[in-house]
């Protein structure tokens, strides 16, 4: 870390071409020949297919294919689970088109391919589908009821697990108090501005697969088409260009991930497709529907002594690519910044006739921070107790890191890294204005103030690919297996590579996505891009210094420990003129020049890096409310968050993270949710209907980054800064409606008409 | 169906093309004058994300059909930068202030306000005015503070 540059906020990389409109997303790309897909989806939730019959739609002039499901090969009949797998969960995987039976309103049944977009549309109007229509589950509680329509040969609980510890049973029989809820949070949904897309091709010259549109994961997906396709990995090539945001939801592997490319080598034609809105609404993965039954116990002094959870997650028709994160997650991270002696949670997965569901920034944490923050304000009420001093008593230590929680997720145990949450706390508050805002809240009615502490975890699927380069020009590229869905990934790896080889961070190039040039790589998902990513460009910078310092060294004929890289030359230290620039060690590194020398030729160095374990930022949300008690609207006065994620490699990125992060959870705690009708449609599958926050609805957000517990678990000391903004915003906005209504808050989003209805019934 | 002519000038070019009618001005933008920098994000008029300018006036280019802008004039995010490569004081202070993420938005943004920093009163440019000008865009990354921050940039460096 010579120059500074890290921790320095750089101007983005990435926006020039953004903002002159060079940039190219998936559907900007045009091939010659290129023909458009448009997905038919069920109008059905539930429904036996009893024919289907493509006829009249293949007979309109520019339809090229209608398939359905009985032409897909024998490989491809179910979309397989990337994490958090489990076999029993086998049975409720996706296919790429339904056979027999539909299970959720939006589910693919057949493919229509055509010259154009609006032909295609055309035509799948025509296809003649015969539905008999089968009762539907929609709630998660019914689904388990003996009676509930079943939606898959196993039983409506797909799967699910338990964690424990300690002697939940006896804390509770003794506890001083025990306070117990039903706490919901709705479905909602990460809608990012870009619908997904995809163009697939077949290389005529090389016969090489080329699926452009990658994201989130692209070396993963191949591996998992490729499975599908059953065609070799290295015979097909995924390319990520500029993506529209992602937040979980988009670049996991969705029946169109395996439909596009199919098509294109089976027509051998370049086939495209754009998802639209009301398409991207009813097919791409929801989030966070889940509903806890949910308790704590407590000694007489407040003392938190055991914490009892059984909840389920609401997945919808089927297991995609997450299998059971989202509630892994729930459980894993339920306990939070506090001490607990016993811990118990039963967690189903439960499937319903909905839209299947996946992750959604800060997935299961978002949940979590709700119930277990919520619930806590409650038992503060009971024992007429601040509710931040009820916190304070029960926070881990920062001496008592790293902290075993005893909880795990996917088999391994939680433990938390570094933290002063005590600080935190203090800091947080003092940032928002604590006392201040008691006031403010005491001179009027219907106003309300509340906090959330979470602890995040990030850094999850614990390894990166970087390669690092210096080329013939004396530059610097960078070649990452991380991912971008517009968060800044070049930006932030350039300045760990500047900072790390000494040279300008104009001169640096970052590359990723694409997995001809990449050999292998995770992608950006669960805040990794920049920590286990940014690791690996460290780990490949540091060695490619050394190199470069050992050949200027037999160069200059000076030791490599008398030698330092600025810029773009290797000068000797304290005689700045005896130097060698980057281009000409390129030249003394070639093949040619290596023979006969000990050297390897070359300038590239490879590394993976290979983290032990995730990391833990850690934050607090603080929300100041007013209520419209006419209308029942919630006006945010004053929205603070404050974070410590160890190192911030880039403030202000960061705080982009945080704010806009802050943004998504809060609408999510007041405007957005998924609703449907009885019979199983989504009745808010638009932008009309569902409510993404506009520039006034979302709220200013104050953001405070600390860096009072760097990690040992990586060489830049920075833990994810992704998440945070989210983790606890639907947790600081109920409890300061609660606090606003003298009411319990039970259930997100908190929409006017339920806080007309609190309103009314309120008073706890 | 019936095809029609249509002539539309885009950015200071006239593309004269035969469209069925229902092509949308969008489409039309993006597939017949291949200017991809205006971007659709709901094809219903919402997110704000296909805003071009209509001689002048910033309009939804997906609630348009082409051949109802024959004989108008476009002007689309790809004309905002000089030919020289400068950026627009807006593109610029969008740069500056980090007010794009995933920049699938940006041009509809762009596109939205630059008639309003041009003629907005620099003195009347509190939060309240430019998010209430805002309010038509949809972005998902940035929660829109700094968009808040880069139009008053902007609007400094343009009145001053």
């Known amino acids: ?764 | 169906m019936t095809r029609r002519e249509v002539s539309i000038e885009i950015n200071g070019e006239v593309f004269e093309r035969t469209v069925e009618p229902r092509l949308l001005l969008s489409d039309f933008i993006r597939h017949e004058a291949r200017l991809t920098g205006t971007h659709v994000g709901c094809e219903h008029g919402v997110c704000g994300a296909c805003t071009v300018q209509l001689d002048g006036e910033p309009v939804r280019s997906c609630l348009l059909f082409a051949v109802q802008a024959t004989g108008h004039s476009i002007r689309t995010v790809e004309a905002m930068a000089a030919l020289d490569g400068t950026l627009h004081p807006l593109q610029q202070a969008f740069h500056e202030t980090h007010a794009l993420q995933c920049g699938f938005c940006t041009p509809g943004f762009l596109m939205t306000l630059e008639p309003f920093v041009r003629d907005a009163e620099p003195a009347q440019l509190d939060d309240r005015t430019i998010r209430s000008a805002l309010a038509g865009n949809l972005c998902r990354c940035t929660g829109y503070q700094n968009i808040v921050t880069a139009v008053k940039l902007a609007a400094e460096r343009t009145h001053a």
């Not at chain 1, 300690?166 to 509770?172: L, P």
Request: with cysteine; aromatic share 6%; hydrophobic share 40%.
């Open chain 1, 1 to 764: 870390m010579r120059k500074g540059v890290i921790g320095t906020s750089l101007p983005r990389k990435e926006d020039v071409p953004l903002l002159t409109g060079a940039a190219r997303f998936a559907g900007d790309v045009q091939r010659p020949g290129m023909l458009h897909a448009h997905i038919l989806r069920s109008p059905f939730a539930h429904a036996r297919l009893l024919s289907l019959n493509a006829g009249p739609a293949l007979e309109l002039p520019g339809v090229h294919a209608v398939l359905t499901q009985e032409d897909l090969p024998p490989a491809a009949r179910a979309i397989p689970m990337r994490m958090f797998a489990q076999q029993d969960l086998e049975g409720y995987l996706q296919p790429p088109l339904a056979g027999g039976v539909v299970r959720y309103s939006g589910e693919p049944v057949a493919m229509v391919v055509a010259d154009s977009r609006y032909e295609a549309e055309d035509a799948a109007e025509l296809v003649e589908v015969d539905y008999s229509e089968l009762p539907v589950v929609l709630r998660p509680d019914e689904a388990l009821e003996e009676e509930a329509p079943r939606l898959h040969t196993g039983p409506n609980r797909a799967g699910g697990f338990r964690i424990e510890f300690g002697d939940v049973d006896r804390a509770f029989a003794e506890a001083h108090l025990v306070v117990e809820e039903r706490l919901e949070v709705g479905r909602h949904a990460a809608v990012p501005l870009e619908t997904r897309g995809l163009v697939a091709e077949v290389d005529e010259l090389t016969g090489m697969l080329v699926v452009y549109g990658a994201a989130k994961i692209p070396h993963v997906n191949r591996r998992i088409l490729a499975r599908l396709l059953d065609r070799p990995e290295e015979r097909i090539r995924l390319v990520e260009l500029n993506v529209g945001g992602g937040f979980g939801a988009r670049g996991e592997f969705y029946p169109e991930d395996f439909l596009i490319p199919f098509c294109a080598l089976r027509l051998r034609r370049p086939v495209a497709w754009v998802e639209d809105r009301e398409e991207h609404m009813r097919a791409c993965n929801h989030s966070r529907e889940q509903v806890h039954d949910v308790a704590i116990a407590l000694a007489k002094d407040g003392r938190f002594l055991a914490l009892r959870d059984r909840f389920l997650n609401n997945t919808g028709a089927y297991i995609r690519t997450h299998g059971l994160v989202v509630p892994g997650m729930t459980a894993a991270l339920l306990p939070g910044p506090y001490r607990w002696s016993a811990y118990r949670c039963d967690a189903s997965q439960v499937v319903t006739n909905k839209t299947p569901a996946g992750t959604y920034r800060a997935p299961g944490r978002y949940e979590a921070n709700f119930v277990r923050e919520r619930l806590i304000d409650v038992a503060a009420h009971r024992l007429r107790l601040d509710p931040v001093e009820l916190r304070r008593r029960n926070l881990i230590a920062r001496d008592d890191m790293p902290y075993p929680t005893g909880t795990h997720t996917d088999g391994h145990p939680v433990v938390y890294d570094s933290g002063d949450y005590a600080l935190l706390l203090e800091k947080g508050l003092a940032r928002f204005g604590w006392e201040e805002m008691r006031r403010w809240r005491d001179s009027a009615p219907h106003r309300g103030i509340g906090v959330g502490f979470f602890v995040e975890k990030s850094g999850i699927a614990r390894w990166e690919y970087a390669r690092v380069e210096v080329t013939n020009r004396g530059e610097t590229h960078v070649y990452s297996g991380g991912a971008s869905l517009g968060q800044g990934l070049e930006t932030v790896l350039a300045q760990v590579a500047a900072d790390t080889l000494g040279v300008r961070y104009d001169d640096v190039s970052v590359f990723h996505g694409d997995t001809a040039t990449i050999p292998d790589g995770m992608g950006a998902f669960g805040s990794r891009a920049a920590t286990l990513g940014g690791s690996a460009v460290l780990r490949g910078a540091t060695r490619l210094r050394e190199r470069l310092l050992e050949l200027a060294a037999d160069e200059l004929e000076i030791a490599p420990e008398d030698l330092d890289l600025v810029d773009d030359a290797v000068i000797a230290r304290g005689a700045p003129a005896t130097r060698v620039s980057l281009s000409a060690l390129f030249e003394l590194a070639r093949p040619a020049r290596a023979l006969g020398s000990n050297t390897q030729p070359g300038l590239s160095e490879e590394a993976y890096f290979l983290s032990e374990d995730m990391t833990f930022p850690y934050g607090l949300h603080c929300a100041a409310v007013e209520i419209d008690a006419e209308t029942g609207g919630v006006a945010i006065e004053r929205y603070t968050v404050a974070y410590d994620l160890g190192r911030a490699i880039n403030p202000q990125l960061v705080e982009g993270q945080v704010v806009g992060g802050a943004a998504q959870g809060v609408a999510g705690a007041l405007l957005e949710e998924l609703a449907y009708d009885e019979g199983g449609q989504l009745v808010a599958g638009s932008f009309m209907d569902y409510l993404l926050p506009t520039a006034g609805e979302a709220p200013f957000v104050d953001v405070l980054i600390t860096e009072d517990a760097p990690t040992s678990r990586n060489p830049l000391g920075a833990k994810g800064a992704g998440e945070g903004g989210t983790a606890a915003a639907g947790a600081a906005i109920a409890n300061a409606v609660a606090d606003a209504l003298a009411a319990e808050p039970t259930r997100l989003p908190i929409t006017p008409e339920r806080v007309l209805t609190l309103a009314r019934e309120g008073a706890r």
